[in-house]
């Protein structure tokens, strides 16, 4: 564990905080879980507590340990708990109408010189960063879903950044086990700069004809060596999700990254992909 940081405050309960919760957890850390509602407080603890028995059975975790990961874990709708946080990331849905209260309740309840992180995956972190105080302790730590099972986090500094937090929240990723790659703060960071293209790309295939979607796949898959064809992840990110991102690509950094009509028309009828049960591939039973 890090010197510096041994209580980490996790802000959204949902699949993506809930796997960093868990992981902080089952590394060291004493976790603080906030989220506006018992209900989503609960639901998330009960994910954390379903996803730790999974990783028990898998033979990831040991069982002598589960009692006292889950321990370290204290979940509440109250932002006063964040005040001895030594980091506190940010890990509420991708827009700026939720993430602004949400930052800037984590500021007005931490310690001056805790490190406010957000899991955004491809919002400004300058732009993030004006609703904290002292804006040099903002920071990108961009976790990829699931948590339990994908080991990259992208660390993101603005050009206000300090670089002593981009150090230490390099440092906490490495101690949860992951590996930690640097960005500048731009559009889509790495990662999604590359792949949300190509799935939009795959999209337009599919659009014109050109493949099926099972076709498409079946092609990257064989082609290119990938483990999961480009239909099939936008599925499991989310096609709304996708077309987030290349919103906000095309914004900031031209109309090449203009997202196809497709993905549009399938976000506006509710084919959003595994979490609708029906995307670019149907999923019996998902919803």
Same mark, same amino acid.
């Given at each position: 564990?890090?010197?510096?940081?041994?209580?980490?405050?996790?802000?959204?309960?949902?699949?993506?905080?809930?796997?960093?919760?868990?992981?902080?957890?089952?590394?060291?850390?004493?976790?603080?879980?906030?989220?506006?509602?018992?209900? /989503?407080?609960?639901?998330?603890?009960?994910?954390?507590?379903?996803?730790?028995?999974?990783?028990?059975?898998?033979?990831?975790?040991?069982?002598?340990?589960?009692?006292?990961?889950?321990?370290?874990?204290?979940?509440?709708?109250?932002?006063?708990?964040?005040?001895?946080?030594?980091l506190v990331i940010e890990a509420v849905p991708e827009t700026l109408a939720i993430k602004e209260p949400v930052l800037a309740a984590i500021a007005e309840?931490?310690?001056?010189?805790?490190?406010?992180?957000?899991?955004?995956?491809?919002?400004?972190?300058?732009?993030?960063?004006?609703?904290?105080?002292?804006?040099?302790?903002?920071?990108?730590?961009? /976790? /990829?879903?699931?948590?339990?099972?994908?080991?990259?986090?992208?660390?993101?500094?603005?050009?206000?950044?300090?670089p002593d937090v981009v150090d230490t929240v390099i440092a906490v990723a490495e101690a949860m086990g992951k590996t930690a790659v640097r960005s500048a703060?731009?559009?889509?960071?790495?990662?999604?700069?590359?792949?949300?293209?190509?799935?939009?790309?795959?999209?337009?295939?599919?659009?014109?004809?050109?493949?099926?979607?099972?076709?498409?796949?079946?092609?990257?898959?064989?082609?290119?060596?990938?483990?999961?064809?480009?239909?099939?992840?936008?599925?499991?990110?989310?096609?709304?999700?996708?077309?987030?991102?290349?919103?906000?690509?095309?914004?900031?950094?031209?109309?090449?990254?203009?997202?196809?009509?497709?993905l549009s028309e399938k976000v506006e009828a509710g084919e959003l992909g595994r979490k609708t049960g029906n995307g670019f591939f149907s999923y019996p039973?998902?919803?």
């Amino acid at each position: 564990m890090t010197n510096s940081v041994t209580t980490i405050g996790v802000v959204g309960a949902g699949t993506m905080g809930a796997g960093i919760s868990l992981a902080a957890a089952a590394s060291g850390f004493d976790v603080q879980l906030i989220d506006a509602t018992d209900e /989503f407080v609960d639901r998330g603890l009960a994910r954390i507590g379903a996803d730790l028995d999974k990783a028990v059975s898998r033979g990831k975790v040991n069982e002598a340990d589960r009692p006292a990961i889950l321990a370290r874990i204290t979940g509440s709708t109250d932002y006063s708990q964040l005040e001895d946080c030594d980091l506190v990331i940010e890990a509420v849905p991708e827009t700026l109408a939720i993430k602004e209260p949400v930052l800037a309740a984590i500021a007005e309840n931490v310690a001056e010189n805790c490190i406010v992180a957000s899991n955004t995956s491809s919002l400004s972190i300058h732009d993030l960063s004006t609703y904290v105080i002292n804006p040099e302790r903002v920071v990108g730590m961009h /976790f /990829f879903n699931p948590v339990s099972q994908m080991n990259l986090v992208e660390v993101i500094s603005s050009d206000s950044t300090d670089p002593d937090v981009v150090d230490t929240v390099i440092a906490v990723a490495e101690a949860m086990g992951k590996t930690a790659v640097r960005s500048a703060d731009r559009a889509g960071f790495v990662v999604n700069r590359i792949l949300i293209p190509m799935i939009n790309e795959a999209i337009l295939v599919l659009e014109e004809g050109v493949a099926s979607a099972e076709d498409i796949d079946i092609a990257m898959k064989l082609g290119a060596a990938h483990p999961m064809g480009p239909l099939a992840l936008a599925d499991l990110i989310g096609l709304d999700v996708v077309l987030h991102i290349l919103n906000v690509m095309e914004q900031s950094l031209g109309e090449k990254f203009a997202p196809a009509n497709l993905l549009s028309e399938k976000v506006e009828a509710g084919e959003l992909g595994r979490k609708t049960g029906n995307g670019f591939f149907s999923y019996p039973g998902a919803k």
